[in-house]
C-alpha cells in the first residue's frame, strides 16, 4: 500500500537552478514529513523535516513547502549544486512508524 | 546531529549461514528502532519494528523467523538473517527514534546500512 507518492523519479538540473521534488500522502494522522538524501552505498540523511501545521520550513538551501488541505508538500533546493546530486526520499510518520515515497534521483549539471 | 551507527557495514557470508548486524544509537536513547531492506535503485522496505524489552513487530509478508530481531537495550538492536539464502542479499538499514528533537516531538535517524552478500 503506497502511502506517499513521490515525483518525479528522476531529475535533471543544471548547476545554480532550483530543484523540486514533489509529493503527496493519503493518511492525515502523520504528523512528521522529514526529508532524507541518499548517496549510493549510504544510508538516508536527514535533510530537512516539517510538522503539519507549519506551511514552509526552510534551512539553507533547502525549503520544504506544506499544504496541508491538499496532502501535498515539496522540497525546493535552490541554487542546485553538483554535490547536491543524489537521491532523494520524502517520508511521512505517524508516531515513528514511517513510509517512504519511492525517491527521486537528482543529477546536477555543472 | 544524533549519530547511529551498524556493524557490519559490508558482510559476505555463504548459503545456509546466519549472519548478525548491529545498529545501535550512539548519542541518546532509542526506545523503538526500525529495520529495512533496500533493493538497488529502490525505496526502503520497512521490514520491522523493534522496540526495547518487548518481541519487534513484523510487516506482513516479511518472515519472523528469518529475520530475527533483538532490541536488547536502549541503544542496541540486532537483525539476524538465519540461514541466508542468496535473495536475501541486500541493503539493511536500520533507524532510531530520538524524542524530543527540536521543533519535533520525535525525529527519525538512519544508520549507514549494511550490504549483505550471500553466495
Known amino acids: 500500500q503506497q502511502q506517499v507518492k513521490q515525483s518525479p523519479q528522476s531529475l535533471i538540473v543544471q548547476k545554480g537552478g532550483i530543484s523540486i521534488i514533489n509529493c503527496a500522502y493519503e493518511?492525515?494522522?502523520?504528523?512528521?514529513f522529514p526529508w532524507y538524501q541518499q548517496f549510493p552505498g549510504k544510508g538516508p540523511a536527514l535533510l530537512i523535516a516539517?510538522?503539519?501545521?507549519?506551511s514552509e520550513k526552510k534551512e539553507g538551501r533547502f525549503t520544504i513547502s506544506f499544504n496541508k488541505s491538499a496532502k501535498q508538500f515539496s522540497l525546493h533546493i535552490m541554487d542546485s549544486q553538483p554535490g547536491d546530486s543524489a537521491t532523494y526520499f520524502c517520508?511521512?510518520?505517524?508516531?515513528?512508524?514511517?513510509?517512504f515515497g519511492a525517491g527521486t534521483r537528482l543529477t546536477v549539471k555543472p | 546531529g544524533a549519530v547511529v551507527s551498524q556493524h557490519p557495514s559490508r558482510v559476505i557470508c555463504k548459503s545456509g549461514t546466519s549472519v548478525k548486524i548491529e545498529c545501535r544509537s550512539l548519542?541518546?536513547?532509542?526506545?523503538?528502532m526500525f529495520w529495512y531492506r533496500q533493493f538497488p535503485k529502490q525505496s526502503l522496505m520497512l521490514m520491522a519494528t523493534s522496540n526495547e524489552g518487548s518481541k519487534a513487530t513484523y510487516e506482513q509478508g516479511v518472515e519472523k523467523d528469518k529475520f530475527l530481531i533483538n532490541h536488547a537495550s536502549l541503544t542496541l538492536s540486532t537483525l539476524t538473517v538465519t540461514s541466508a539464502h542468496p535473495e536475501d542479499s541486500s541493503f539493511y538499514i536500520c533507524?532510531?527514534?530520538?524524542?524530543?528533537?527540536?521543533?519535533?516531538?520525535?525525529?527519525?535517524?538512519f544508520g549507514p546500512g549494511t550490504r549483505l552478500t550471500v553466495t
Open positions: 517520508a511521512a510518520s505517524m508516531g515513528g512508524d514511517m513510509r
Open positions: 548519542d541518546f536513547q532509542a526506545t523503538t
Open positions: 516539517i510538522r503539519p501545521d507549519v
Open positions: 533507524s532510531a527514534i530520538r524524542p524530543g528533537g527540536g521543533d519535533f516531538s520525535y525525529e527519525q535517524y
Open positions: 493518511n492525515t494522522a502523520f504528523d512528521y
